[in-house]
């Protein structure tokens, strides 16, 4: 089928697109890989989503920088939502949220008790990688709304180490694998050094038994409250957040939950200061769990066997806008995220330009373990554009689906003050636009080759005929089934 891959998104993207040098594919080729998916060639699969990380945190992950210097990083990857639920359904089903049925975090249209209400467990890329053969283990943080204490292990896990409110890092309970245990204030009980731990066990005892193996280690870091490790807490001292350009400034013609938002003030912008330098000390540690997992592969001998992709479920805002910290926005501060892959047969330092959505995880992930992707799934395998191929008929925007405002007092996600609630929208992001369509009727649309930082609403300066278009590309979008008939 083709060759194996890296996905892993580095800072020095980050500086990419900020240069607006990431919109091109380039990097020196490295000998491609041995066909995945044959027998003795299907590589280990290692997974880190991180929780609400935003590509300005790239510069302060050392070994993502590193990964992305012999990997390649999708500039253009989007998520399917900004909220931590609906995008991690997607990721796990390959499916849109019209599709997963799961829109928000909770009630009937959200959280774990939606996605597993609606079967959406029973098929996952975890249940086709085990029945490939692969061991899977599942650590950290799995949907909003999971209780170790009360619900089981969804099918295609062997190892199940997950927790429910684990976003102090301190103080929580883990169901491992069906037994619970509960962790509790010292520094050993620091959640992300845990799953650290168990998946360093996990690669061992794999490599052991010649097992093909994937781990998902879903971080809740940086996640609010932003808790870093005792060992970081003092890092980075006197850092601040990034002000561009969108930093205190609303867009001309705002959507009207934005409209009414007043200049930061100076307590607000030292709250967000502080924030900023939490999250840079809060990924520390999962920068150091990537650099431990990368440990055990060579120690067991099988890190040129292996395959490792780093991503965020959503991103953040924190000043843009006016904004207050928070995510749920079709900006590309929310929306856009950083996807590196790294392993063998993968272009060192290449970036591909493709809009690539994280439906792509699941039939990516499937690819390479030689398994069938059901015909339900929406999204499609990276493994071409890994490989330095465009196919021909690649979908030219991706789908973004949201559902608020968000009222619920025991969300997690439940936004602050002033931090932006939008109402209910959809939106379609090329490699050069953004287009969004609120249940208000009202509209944007932003130009990003001219425009990077969506500051300048053009919609009503479009052309009919144009207009015409992105209305009816959102439509068969948001109403679409399957990967051929997503493919826009």
């Not at 995008?87 to 008790?113: C, E, I, K, Q, W």
Request: with cysteine.
């Amino acid at each position: 089928m083709s060759s194996r891959v890296r996905l892993l998104l580095t800072a020095v993207l980050a500086v990419a697109v900020a240069s607006t040098a990431a919109c091109s594919t380039g990097g020196s080729a490295t000998a491609q890989s041995t066909v995945a998916g044959t027998a003795g060639s299907k590589p280990n699969l290692v997974l880190v989503l991180t929780d609400d990380l935003s590509m300005n945190l790239l510069p302060y992950l050392p070994h993502v920088q590193e990964m992305a210097k012999t990997g390649t990083s999708f500039s253009n990857y989007t998520v399917t939502d900004s909220l931590c639920c609906p995008s991690r359904s997607s990721l796990f089903t390959g499916m849109l949220p019209h599709d997963t049925g799961v829109f928000t975090n909770s009630g009937a249209d959200g959280g774990y008790g939606a996605f597993h209400g609606k079967g959406d467990d029973k098929s996952t890329y975890a249940t086709s990688l085990q029945q490939a053969g692969y061991r899977t283990a599942m650590m950290g943080k799995y949907l909003n709304g999971y209780n170790p204490k009360s619900d089981g292990v969804p099918p295609g896990w062997n190892e199940w180490d997950v927790a429910g409110n684990g976003y102090p890092e301190f103080n929580y309970d883990l169901n491992e694998n069906g037994t619970v245990k509960h962790y509790g204030k010292t520094p050993s009980d620091y959640l992300v050094d845990v799953m650290a731990g168990k998946a360093a066990q996990f690669v061992t005892s794999s490599a052991s038994a010649h097992t093909p193996f994937a781990i998902e280690l879903a971080t809740f870091a940086p996640h609010a409250p932003y808790t870093p490790a005792p060992r970081d807490a003092g890092a980075f001292p006197g850092l601040t957040a990034p002000r561009g350009p969108a930093f205190d400034t609303l867009p001309s013609s705002p959507p009207p939950w934005l409209a009414s938002r007043t200049p930061l003030t100076d307590k607000e912008k030292a709250a967000i200061n502080k924030a900023f330098r939490k999250r840079a000390q809060a990924v520390q540690s999962v920068d150091k769990m990537i650099g431990t997992v990368e440990s055990a592969l060579d120690q067991a001998g099988v890190r040129g066997a292996t395959d490792i992709v780093f991503t965020s479920d959503n991103g953040y805002h924190m000043g843009e806008y006016r904004l207050t910290p928070g995510k749920q926005t079709a900006y590309d501060t929310d929306v856009h995220v950083p996807l590196v892959v790294t392993g063998p047969g993968v272009k060192a330092g290449a970036t591909v330009a493709s809009p690539v959505e994280n439906i792509d995880l699941r039939p990516t992930f499937e690819a390479l373990a030689g398994a069938a992707t059901p015909a339900a799934v929406d999204g499609e395998s990276l493994v071409p554009l890994l490989n330095g191929t465009t196919p021909p008929a690649w979908r030219t925007v991706g789908l973004v689906e949201h559902h608020g405002p968000d009222f619920d007092p025991a969300d997690p996600d439940k936004p602050g003050k002033n931090s932006g609630n939008p109402t209910t929208y959809e939106a379609i992001r090329s490699t050069t636009y953004t287009y969004v369509e609120y249940a208000d009727g009202t509209k944007e649309y932003y130009d990003r080759s001219t425009d990077p930082q969506e500051l300048h609403n053009t919609v009503a300066q479009l052309p009919p005929d144009t207009a015409k278009k992105l209305h009816e590309t959102l439509q068969a979008m948001t109403s679409c089934h399957g990967a051929a008939a997503c493919r826009h």
